[in-house]
């Protein structure tokens, strides 16, 4: 898969119906998306097939993945930082993948670094949900940067400090 062109990657994608065929598509184009040697374009279209291999992974495999996502995250804060953002298209916009952040969490951050100073005496559940925070705002530091001024930010850098405490 790693020799693939662009497109054959792409139409494999699009027919594939198993979560490690999707995984696989994932991980060769974005190893494309890094390499140094193609063009910014070319990477983008990289970046573009592994976020929809990626998205693609969430709808057959379990929900509410923050694997996944996570993964989306990173991904999209990696392009922003080394790539530029693009005019006109969300997946690099540093607001929409604020915006996109914020809607995926489920608890403020008060909330949050709350639930995190007694950790230990949390039901599993609850413990798991606290990691899943920890993941989904892993790129925080690096995409507050990007952003402009403005609610999307400041609620992000309140998320930076909570995610300091969480477990």
Known sequence: MGAWPLERLQAFAAAADAWWQLESVRVVAQQHAYDCDR?????????????????RMRAVGPRESARELTQEFMLRTW??????????????SPE?????????????????????????????ERIRELRRHRSLTAHLE???????PGPTHDRLVVWIEARRLLP
């Not at 910014?40 to 929809?52: F, I, P």
């Not at 993948?97 to 909330?111: E, F, I, K, R, V």
């Not at 690096?142 to 402009?148: C, D, E, M, N, S």
Request: aromatic share 4%; no cysteine; charged share 20%.
């Open 39 to 55: 063009a910014r374009e070319a990477r983008r279209s990289w970046a573009g097939l592994s976020l929809l291999a990626n998205r």
């Open 79 to 92: 392009v922003i930082d080394h790539l530029g953002p693009a005019d006109g298209n969300a997946e690099w």
């Open 96 to 124: 929409a993948l604020g915006a996109d952040t914020l809607a995926a969490l489920s608890l403020s951050p008060a909330d949050a670094a709350a639930l995190a100073g007694k950790w230990r005496e949390l039901p599993v």
């Open 142 to 148: 690096r995409l507050v940067g990007h952003l402009r």
